[in-house]
């Protein structure tokens, strides 16, 4: 077997070339087009099905350095904390509450799920639970975390489950989040609701920034700077809190609440001259390329061996998320134009990662018209929000099910 490993640059390559090759293949397939899947979703699956299948006849293995990752999902959702404002915020504040309600009872019915699923397939309850919230809301990122906490209480192959029922969560929430999006729009014949008297005024106020300020190579590098440094002090903060107080705070959520604090700021203050286009480009690069990187690198030949309880655990999951977005947080978020926009991002956080929600959420915006309200509300509670009753309520179920 050929062994080919690519550098961070090369990774990077092939993460631009897939992402385009995914565009070429949903232009040239009007079904792709019409039921809404994600451009990274089409190119990233398809190399990591191509890589299976070359590993599985030991023909080729490729390994690649997706070490950009962290960086790009950053820049993703700092540049999202620079076009939030405060106003808009104090606005959608009931429906804020609402949506982490519904989010944060959804996994405890994931969890719930999990562990009476184990018991038909007569696996150990914990693995069982590995396949609940820790993997579906939770992510890679949770998966491992508290998979390793398993492992150290004697439960073999915990990490391993978590991140094979992330990585189908991943996949699924991808895929579907559009399609259903799509047809909760068209079914009941949804249009973009009107802008808030607080938005619109916001809107203003921005773009008598762009006015002044024209956009020249001082005024990017100036936008870009803080950025950067807002970067790197949201790794430098979430390392310092791990290794003090060992909580894990995400450094994206860092990140996320000094843009919007510092944006807010510069609106009265304007000691920079903020460029929101810029930004709104850098959201749509940065979730592009991490996506597109994260579904190309998907180790489906190691996930083959774990199949069988896992699959049916993730499709019951699949089942009642699915049923629950459309019956139920539709209904109860106000069954508009930004409640579908909402539930298609609730599918892709739910099963997957944030990304994946607001991939989705771009995708049927693009075509259908702006949510500002559905842009605001979910990647604060996928984020952010949500852990505040994710994780104690994973560490219930441990210590219980131990």
Not at 234 to 248: G, P, Y
Not at 383 to 393: E, K, N, T, V
């Amino acid at each position: 077997m050929i062994n080919l490993n690519l550098n961070i640059v090369s990774t990077l390559i092939l993460s631009i070339v897939l992402y385009l090759f995914g565009n070429y293949i949903k232009n040239k397939l009007d079904i792709l087009s019409k039921i809404c899947i994600p451009i990274p979703v089409i190119g990233g699956l398809f190399f990591s099905i191509l890589v299976f299948i070359l590993r599985k006849f030991g023909l080729l293995e490729i390994t690649m350095d997706t070490s950009l990752m962290p960086y790009f999902l950053s820049a993703f959702f700092i540049s999202i904390g620079f076009c939030i404002n405060i106003f808009s915020a104090k606005g959608g504040g009931k429906l804020l509450f609402l949506y982490w309600l519904l989010c944060a009872f959804l996994g405890l019915c994931q969890n719930l799920i999990a562990v009476f699923a184990s018991k038909f397939l007569h696996i150990k309850p914990l693995l069982g639970f590995m396949c609940g919230a820790v993997s579906m809301e939770g992510g890679h990122g949770y998966a491992l975390a508290f998979g390793t906490t398993i492992e150290s209480i004697g439960v073999e192959n915990a990490v391993a489950i978590g991140i094979a029922a992330a990585t189908l969560g991943l996949i699924t929430g991808g895929l579907l989040g559009g399609p259903i999006g799509k047809i909760l729009i068209e079914k009941y014949n949804l249009k973009p609701l009107q802008r808030s008297s607080s938005s619109k005024a916001l809107k203003n106020t921005t773009t008598v920034s762009k006015q002044v300020s024209k956009f020249t190579p001082m005024v990017f590098l100036e936008n870009i700077l803080m950025l950067l440094l807002i970067m790197n002090i949201s790794f430098f903060v979430s390392t310092m809190i791990d290794l003090k107080t060992h909580i894990l705070i995400p450094n994206i959520v860092i990140g996320m609440l000094l843009s919007v604090i510092i944006s807010n700021i510069n609106v009265k203050v304007n000691f920079f001259d903020f460029y929101q286009d810029l930004f709104e480009f850098i959201q749509n690069v940065a979730l592009d390329v991490f996506l597109t990187m994260a579904l190309m690198s998907i180790d489906l030949y190691a996930l083959s061996s774990l199949l069988g309880p896992i699959v049916c655990i993730v499709l019951f999951q699949v089942v009642f998320v699915l049923f629950y977005g459309v019956f139920i947080c539709f209904r109860v978020l106000g069954k508009n134009y930004d409640a579908a926009i909402m539930v298609s991002g609730l599918i892709g956080h739910t099963l997957g990662a944030t990304p994946n929600a607001l991939a989705n959420m771009s995708t049927l915006t693009n075509k259908y018209g702006k949510s500002e309200t559905a842009f605001l509300i979910v990647p604060m509670v996928g984020a952010f929000l949500l852990d505040a009753f994710s994780m104690p309520c994973i560490l219930f179920f441990i210590n219980f099910l131990k």
